[in-house]
């Protein structure tokens, strides 16, 4: 499973003063919140330097605007100025004691910076002053992700338990927290609860259901719950929603065949030609799917293709020759053959399918054939060995070799 990038949840700024908060009401200047307002318009827009203008704004004009200098606290931890950052938040919190917001903030900047036992005793007081503030707990499962990712846990295990129950508190209290059911589905991997993760990823896949990303993650699940099948109906989702992708057209293309859905193959194939006519595997897979479709000589082309832009493309060479044996050309066959011959002289598959030529021109020269692919092959292509075992013991046998041959596939230490 390749790791997420995490979202800490923080963009929960104040509009106005709240008199919900059991406190003293401080009823801010109408010209601050104006500016705090319009210092939270600029952010949205991702206009920290604008937004800072207005908020530091805001609390000149009321140096106890609690919403404001929170905000401003926000500006200075996107900005990396945390020592600031931590002092603004501070601030607010002094202002508003029990106001969850500036706490759970204050959490955010000390996940950043890695001190992570004050970022949790601040999510835990968010938590604690607001047992509804979903972004507070899904950030306290992100510091225990964390706190387990960089070694500082004593118990990873217990970290990722932690992290489960914040996340799926956070989910509760908010179904649609689409980064919360990616991380809860993640974590539930990290115990081995693949049926509890898979369906996690459905459930954020029900909210997000465009993201390859999430079928990919999905598939790999499935992969590991040992349920094949649905692992590949997720790669095939996956690729389907990456059209733009020429490995994905052509992976996509290769499984429709799979299916024997030769049109919608050949549609996916036309496409990746678009992109890049050049691009030899295409032709190979096209000519592949029409000789399944039964027009081998549509095949033969579409190999021919591939070989001129790819002359020591040795699979084209080798599919040809089987199309050609296929049409009963024995001539075009063996032309074809030897030429995969001249990329690799000790192709096992092609030695062994002139060998089966071979056995109706010269037995001899079979034998000799069978008993090089019996060399050739070691452990591999069993059914093959079996059948050139028992035609080269027809023909006489094998000689018992003194050494293995050096060869191409041989494995190299």
């Known amino acids: 499973m390749k790791t997420r990038r995490f979202f800490i949840a923080t963009l929960v700024l104040s509009l106005a003063a709240s008199s919900a908060w059991g406190e003293k009401k401080h009823i801010p200047l109408d010209l601050a919140v104006m500016h705090n307002n319009q210092g939270i318009s600029h952010l949205s827009q991702k ?191 996956a690729q389907e929603l990456e059209p733009k992708s020429e490995d994905s057209l052509l992976k996509l293309g290769e499984s429709k065949i799979d299916e024997k859905k030769y049109s919608e193959a050949m549609d996916l194939f036309k496409r990746a030609l678009e992109g890049n006519p050049k691009n030899p595997v295409i032709y190979f897979d096209m000519g592949f799917m029409l000789a399944q479709m039964g027009q081998p000589q549509q095949a033969i082309v579409n190999y021919q293709k591939a070989i001129q832009l790819n002359p020591k493309f040795l699979a084209a060479y080798f599919n040809m020759a089987l199309t050609f044996k296929g049409l009963n050309d024995v001539r075009g066959a063996l032309a074809v053959f030897q030429q995969a011959l001249r990329i690799n002289p000790n192709h096992a598959e092609t030695i062994y399918e002139m060998a089966s030529i071979y056995e109706t021109m010269d037995p001899q020269l079979a034998r000799v054939g069978y008993c090089r692919f019996l060399l050739l092959a070691g452990n591999r292509l069993k059914e093959e060995a079996k059948a050139a075992k028992a035609a080269a013991d027809k023909y006489g046998g094998c000689p018992q070799p003194e050494s293995a041959p050096s060869s191409a596939g041989e494995k190299q230490n």
Do not use: M
Request: aromatic letters at 12%; one cysteine or more.
């Open 47 to 237: 206009d920290l330097d604008r937004a800072e203008i207005e908020f530091k704004t805001a609390v000149e004009l009321d140096p106890l605007y609690p919403e404001a200098i929170s905000n401003l606290g926000l500006i200075y931890k996107f900005k990396g100025l945390f020592d600031q950052a931590i002092e603004a938040l501070n601030k607010a919190v002094k202002l508003k004691p029990k106001w969850a917001s500036p706490y759970n903030h204050l959490g955010t900047v000390y996940l950043a910076t890695g001190q992570y036992e004050k970022a949790i005793a601040h999510f835990k007081k968010a938590t604690d002053l607001d047992q509804k503030y979903a972004d507070a707990y899904y950030n306290l499962g992100l510091v225990y992700l964390e706190r387990a990712k960089d070694n500082q846990s004593k118990d990873p295990k217990k970290d990722w338990q932690n992290a489960v129950a914040a996340f799926q508190k956070a989910t509760t209290v908010n179904t649609r927290l689409y980064q919360a059911h990616l991380n809860l589905a993640d974590t539930y991997e990290k115990l081995g609860e693949y049926e509890k993760a898979i369906l996690r990823y459905r459930v954020a896949i029900e909210t997000d259901p465009r993201d390859p990303e999430n079928w990919k993650h999905l598939a790999e699940l499935y992969e590991k719950a040992g349920d094949t099948k649905k692992a590949q109906e997720c790669t095939q989702k």
